[in-house]
């Protein structure tokens, strides 16, 4: 009792010395010894005199949550939220307790003083237009409190109410100079007002966002001890700025005491306004005044933490943040910050250790809430994330940032309807929200949603005209369309607001490499790699502009060649090949490589010819049949777009595939019928030689992805040395098609494994995860369940799986089968085998009797920090296995050659064509288990699916069934007669005869040169 009497004697003579700080220490040591409701109220008056006003508007509420008829609560928080600029808040607050005080016993000074409040802020509702400030002030000083007497122990203190007159009279400065001093909430800095942050954001979503990212935000904080984080350029840095700092002026203090001296608090008090109003070395220089009279002073450690981390110099602020947690371990407020700096420098751990912390000093803070949740979101920890955030939102509804964040963390784990629904309330709270109609375009292209991002990203163009932001978005859904010419002109205005964004220089470069601008992708490509980063992801951007920058130059060179002479399989140097392939650093290429000739010489040879570019008769007869037939390659499930480019590009291969195959049958029918003759006369010999001769592409042997001296004998010579007749391999076939796809999105790097280094000898391959730590990967995720009972099966059938050393891990233990049985997730599977480990699926051999080949490896490795798994699957393309499929590859196409070249040739009856059909889904089954391309496996197969069909006078007019990806049918499946199963049911009663395409120009002729391939595959964008 005693104690808390000295306290209390203690806490009036702080107050009657204006030392709000120490006396907001006071009242927390007693409220931690019991909480009285007007110690709680004491202590929100004493922040107000910090203008501390978020905290004021917490203990406030803590207030009424215990007494609800506590009008001076209502005076305090009405004040809060009008020094925040939040004056209909205000107004609600004070009408709540003024409705109070009428119905019940209530203290006549503070009801008078509700009244005036509410005539001041509404006058044009009261009987008088307008209170003077000298009534006001006259009013207030009308009834002082006397502090003669000595507290009482039940932990009222209504003696240092007699400073409300000072409180009171500094109401006049908040209303009347329309002050916000809010302190903006984000800890970044690379711009300083919020015209300057709504055009320097760079990035939505987790693709391009900083190293340096700044600290989560919140939306209304006001003050020092309450704000969260600065202005992020990278992704959402406007959503915490909030209407009340683009309201804000300057705060003129005018509080100087009677005896002339200057007291700390005020000087934290001015300290503090300089940093909202951007003056931070000035409010450094405050604040150091301070730290030498007290160096261990933690407001001002504080105060100048947060300026220097609105500076950048964050190891200086978390030193600060340090020092003012030693000097008062309970400061919840510095726990918060260096977890905010900490978050900004990348240290996810600690920050999240941090902010935890401070949770324990303020159970119930949104704020604190909302920032570990976006901590936990950019730590990939979106389980975590979600749990944070939605806890934020239900303590404070109005926090537009959280929403948009639980959206994107409930969006990465597979929540799509709750996410939708978080990101449409964000926009409900502020329709101006430009990060939240931002986020919500992002989600809608992940989802292959395009008509509803381009309304997002319309809107929020009408919002903000010069929000850089929404013009690379948009170039980045017209990229993904296949619309290069338009993204092109969105990226470009993007640009003219934020010219060094490299997201922009670099997809703009991209688009114009795309459709034959060779000189502006050099210099686009170019500025990319002279722009100065701040993040690993930007620098993969680097390091691609440097491998694609040489692309275009062996593109432009070829421009005016035939395109059989374009062959990045063939002339692109191996070592090139591979570091492009793993988005490697250039440095050992630039050494070890030879370059691309300079853009003069390239451009001499590849400038696009006028005859390239004319559209022809025979041209637009082939695009329009392209059109009709590419679009059916497309996949209906989440995540892939539609791609108009892409489309095309498989039409016109698929044409071309089908005029040289058909010519190839031809011959062979030639030599069948000739067989056939001789056989009749006693002279038939069984043809043994393999179909894989002289590639039909234009160009000769220079163009040939054959590799007869690399992996196998089974690669033939060029012509078949016992008929002289030209023939196709299976390869031939494909490289068809994976030459059109290299031609038609230079950004992908498409090659053939096997033309790769030497690090195709340690089984380079394919990496398609669905689940990436706790994201459940949008276009792959529908096929976990699936995956999961694939690999089951195989423990089941196998009873071991292999380490990451390839070391065998035995399952047949006892107990493991009942384990496998009742496995349900990466965790148990995990659980069971105790490790990292991989199996393969297998591939019935239809070649070779009895032989199973590998298939695909099932993955499931544990993340590091992160939570959650790799489960994925890949396809190492080793020596040995890529002469297995080569020789089932090989059987595959004579199977179909065979079928077709017999007694069928040419016929138009569907029925028997029934084993030709078989033939050409069983090589494609085996084409997708061997996946032998860094990437493009699936819409290659699909391709010359297409092609193969088309040959055999038979066209697909239907489309892939919604939900369903032939590839993964495939790789999912043991046995080529399940996948036939399986695809016929959907593919056979959609498909017709047809000849029409052999009336088709000549692909070959018709596009002879890469130029007129590139301007065929760009010229409906124009």
């Known amino acids: 009792?005693?104690?808390?009497?000295?306290?209390?004697?203690?806490?009036?003579?702080?107050?009657?010395?204006?030392?709000?700080?120490?006396?907001?220490?006071?009242?927390?040591?007693?409220?931690?010894?019991?909480?009285?409701?007007?110690?709680?109220?004491?202590?929100?008056?004493?922040?107000?005199?910090?203008?501390?006003?978020?905290?004021?508007?917490?203990?406030?509420d803590k207030a009424l949550q215990l007494d609800p008829t506590l009008l001076q609560a209502y005076i305090l928080k009405g004040r809060a939220f009008s020094a925040l600029g939040?004056?209909?808040?205000?107004?609600?607050?004070?009408?709540?307790?003024?409705?109070?005080?009428?119905?019940?016993?209530?203290?006549?000074?503070?009801?008078?003083?509700?009244?005036?409040?509410?005539?001041?802020?509404?006058?044009?509702?009261?009987?008088?237009?307008?209170?003077?400030?000298?009534?006001?002030?006259?009013?207030?000083?009308?009834?002082?409190?006397?502090?003669?007497?000595?507290?009482?122990?039940?932990?009222?203190?209504?003696?240092?109410?007699?400073?409300?007159?000072?409180?009171?009279?500094?109401?006049?400065?908040?209303?009347?100079?329309?002050?916000?001093?809010?302190?903006?909430?984000?800890?970044?800095?690379?711009?300083?007002?919020?015209?300057?942050?709504?055009?320097?954001?760079?990035?939505?979503?987790?693709?391009?966002?900083?190293?340096?990212?700044?600290?989560?935000?919140?939306?209304?904080?006001?003050?020092?001890?309450?704000?969260?984080?600065?202005?992020?350029?990278?992704?959402?840095?406007?959503?915490?700025?909030?209407?009340?700092?683009?309201?804000?002026?300057?705060?003129?203090?005018?509080?100087?005491?009677?005896?002339?001296?200057?007291?700390?608090?005020?000087r934290l008090s001015r300290g503090i306004a300089q940093v909202n109003e951007g003056n931070y070395a000035y409010a450094v220089s405050i604040f150091d005044q301070i730290l030498k009279e007290d160096p261990t002073y933690p407001e001002a450690l504080i105060g100048r933490g947060t300026a220097y981390a609105f500076q950048r110099e964050l190891e200086a602020a978390i030193s600060d943040f340090t020092k003012a947690i030693e000097s008062k371990p309970s400061a919840g407020e510095a726990w918060k910050r260096r977890g905010q700096a900490r978050a900004a420098l990348g240290e996810s751990i600690e920050a999240i250790e941090d902010l935890t912390k401070a949770l324990e000093f303020d159970p119930d803070s949104a704020d604190i809430l909302h920032e570990r949740g976006i901590v936990n979101f950019k730590f990939k920890d979106f389980d975590a994330a979600v749990e944070d955030l939605s806890a934020c939102v239900k303590l404070d509804e109005n926090n537009k940032s959280a929403y948009t964040y639980l959206g994107m963390a409930l969006s990465s784990i597979g929540e799509y309807k709750r996410a939708e629904e978080a990101h449409l309330k964000s926009i409900q709270l502020d329709q101006s929200f430009l990060e939240a109609w931002a986020h919500l375009s992002q989600f809608y292209q992940d989802l292959a949603n395009s008509e509803k991002a381009f309304k997002?990203?319309?809107?929020?163009?009408?919002?903000?005209?010069?929000?850089?932001?929404?013009?690379?978005l948009r170039g980045l859904l017209l990229h993904g369309m296949g619309e290069h010419r338009k993204a092109i002109k969105d990226l470009s205005i993007g640009l003219s607001i934020e010219n060094l964004n490299i997201e922009c220089l670099y997809l703009r470069a991209s688009c114009y490499h795309a459709i034959g601008e060779y000189a502006d992708a050099v210099k686009d490509y170019d500025a990319a790699l002279d722009v100065e980063l701040d993040s690993m992801e930007k620098f993969v951007l680097q390091c691609l502009a440097f491998y694609q920058k040489e692309i275009a130059l062996y593109t432009a060179s070829k421009a005016n060649s035939e395109f059989s002479w374009f062959d990045i399989d063939g002339d692109i140097d191996p070592l090139f090949k591979e570091y492009w392939c793993k988005r490697l650093h250039p440095k050992n290429v630039c050494e070890k490589v030879f370059r691309q000739?300079?853009?003069?010489?390239?451009?001499?040879?590849?400038?696009?010819?006028?005859?390239?570019?004319?559209?022809?008769?025979?041209?637009?007869?082939?695009?329009?049949?392209?059109?009709?037939?590419?679009?059916?390659?497309?996949?209906?499930?989440?995540?892939?777009?539609?791609?108009?480019?892409?489309?095309?590009?498989?039409?016109?291969?698929?044409?071309?595939?089908?005029?040289?195959?058909?010519?190839?049958?031809?011959?062979?029918?030639?030599?069948?019928?000739?067989?056939?003759?001789?056989?009749?006369?006693?002279?038939?010999?069984?043809?043994?030689?393999?179909?894989?001769?002289?590639?039909?592409?234009?160009?000769?042997?220079?163009?040939?992805?054959?590799?007869?001296?690399?992996?196998?004998?089974?690669?033939?010579?060029?012509?078949?040395?016992?008929?002289?007749?030209?023939?196709?391999?299976?390869?031939d076939v494909y490289s068809l098609a994976v030459k059109w796809r290299q031609i038609s999105e230079p950004c992908d790097p498409v090659v053939w494994v096997n033309k790769l280094s030497e690090e195709f000898n340690s089984g380079f391959g394919s990496h398609t995860p669905m689940v990436l730590g706790q994201a459940k990967v949008v276009r792959?995720?529908?096929?976990?369940?699936?995956?999961?009972?694939?690999?089951?099966?195989?423990?089941?059938?196998?009873?071991?799986?292999?380490?990451?050393?390839?070391?065998?891990?035995?399952?047949?233990?006892?107990?493991?089968?009942?384990?496998?049985?009742?496995?349900?997730?990466?965790?148990?599977?995990?659980?069971?085998?105790?490790?990292?480990?991989?199996?393969?699926?297998?591939?019935?051999?239809?070649?070779?009797?009895?032989?199973?080949?590998?298939?695909?490896?099932?993955?499931?490795?544990?993340?590091?920090?992160?939570?959650?798994?790799?489960?994925?699957?890949?396809?190492?393309?080793?020596?040995?296995?890529?002469?297995?499929?080569?020789?089932?590859?090989?059987?595959?196409?004579?199977?179909?050659?065979?079928?077709?070249?017999?007694?069928?040739?040419?016929?138009?009856?569907?029925?028997?064509?029934?084993?030709?059909?078989?033939?050409?889904?069983?090589?494609?089954?085996?084409?997708?288990?061997?996946?032998?391309?860094?990437?493009?496996?699936s819409a290659v197969g699909f391709v010359v699916l297409l092609g193969l069909l088309l040959a055999a006078n038979m066209e697909f007019a239907g489309s892939i069934p919604e939900g369903v990806q032939v590839d993964w049918e495939a790789i999912l499946n043991f046995d080529p007669n399940s996948f036939m199963d399986a695809i016929k049911s959907w593919l056979y009663p959609s498909i017709k005869i047809s000849t029409s395409w052999k009336d088709f120009p000549d692909v070959a002729s018709t596009f002879a040169t890469t130029g007129s391939v590139v301007a065929a595959l760009s010229s409906y964008d124009d």
Request: some cysteine; glycine content about 4%.
């Open 780 to 937: 792959y995720f529908p096929n976990y369940e699936r995956t999961l009972n694939v690999a089951k099966t195989i423990m089941r059938d196998k009873r071991f799986v292999q380490n990451k050393s390839d070391e065998p891990i035995d399952l047949s233990k006892e107990g493991k089968s009942e384990n496998i049985e009742h496995a349900k997730s990466c965790d148990d599977l995990y659980e069971l085998v105790g490790e990292d480990f991989w199996l393969a699926t297998w591939c019935n051999s239809t070649a070779f009797e009895g032989k199973q080949l590998e298939g695909t490896r099932i993955t499931l490795v544990k993340m590091g920090q992160q939570r959650g798994y790799d489960f994925a699957i890949r396809t190492p393309c080793t020596p040995s296995r890529w002469e297995e499929f080569d020789a089932e590859m090989t059987v595959a196409w004579e199977a179909i050659c065979n079928a077709y070249c017999g007694e069928t040739y040419g016929s138009t009856d569907i029925n028997a064509l029934e084993s030709v059909r078989e033939a050409i889904l069983r090589m494609t089954y085996y084409w997708y288990n061997f996946m032998p391309l860094s990437r493009g496996t």
């Open 597 to 731: 000739p300079p853009l003069g010489d390239s451009l001499k040879k590849g400038k696009l010819k006028k005859q390239d570019m004319a559209i022809t008769k025979h041209k637009t007869t082939l695009l329009l049949a392209a059109d009709s037939i590419g679009k059916k390659i497309q996949y209906n499930c989440p995540g892939f777009l539609p791609n108009r480019r892409q489309h095309r590009m498989a039409g016109l291969a698929a044409i071309e595939i089908a005029q040289k195959v058909s010519k190839t049958w031809r011959s062979l029918q030639a030599d069948w019928k000739h067989s056939n003759r001789s056989s009749k006369s006693g002279k038939r010999h069984r043809r043994k030689e393999r179909i894989s001769l002289a590639s039909q592409n234009r160009g000769g042997a220079g163009c040939s992805t054959s590799s007869s001296s690399e992996t196998s004998a089974l690669y033939g010579s060029t012509e078949d040395r016992s008929s002289s007749r030209p023939m196709m391999s299976w390869q």
């Open 1 to 60: 009792m005693n104690s808390a009497i000295s306290e209390r004697v203690e806490l009036a003579k702080l107050c009657s010395s204006r030392d709000w700080s120490k006396a907001i220490r006071v009242l927390d040591s007693l409220l931690s010894q019991s909480c009285a409701i007007q110690d709680i109220c004491n202590r929100a008056f004493c922040y107000s005199q910090l203008e501390l006003h978020k905290h004021v508007v917490k203990d406030c």
């Open 86 to 266: 939040r004056k209909d808040d205000a107004i609600a607050v004070w009408e709540q307790g003024y409705e109070h005080a009428l119905r019940q016993p209530a203290d006549l000074k503070q009801l008078l003083e509700l009244e005036e409040l509410l005539r001041v802020a509404k006058p044009g509702k009261q009987d008088i237009s307008i209170i003077s400030d000298n009534h006001v002030v006259d009013l207030k000083l009308s009834t002082p409190v006397s502090l003669s007497r000595v507290p009482h122990v039940d932990g009222k203190l209504n003696e240092t109410l007699k400073y409300q007159n000072e409180y009171n009279t500094s109401r006049l400065f908040q209303e009347h100079s329309d002050v916000s001093n809010t302190l903006t909430d984000n800890f970044d800095t690379h711009s300083r007002n919020s015209d300057e942050e709504r055009s320097s954001g760079t990035g939505v979503s987790e693709k391009s966002e900083h190293c340096s990212k700044s600290f989560a935000s919140s939306s209304n904080s006001s003050d020092i001890t309450e704000s969260q984080c600065l202005p992020n350029t990278s992704s959402d840095s406007n959503n915490e700025i909030g209407d009340e700092a683009k309201r804000s002026t300057k705060f003129c203090v005018a509080k100087i005491s009677k005896t002339k001296s200057i007291s700390v608090d005020f």
């Open 456 to 472: 997002c990203l319309q809107q929020v163009i009408q919002i903000d005209g010069r929000y850089a932001k929404a013009y690379h």
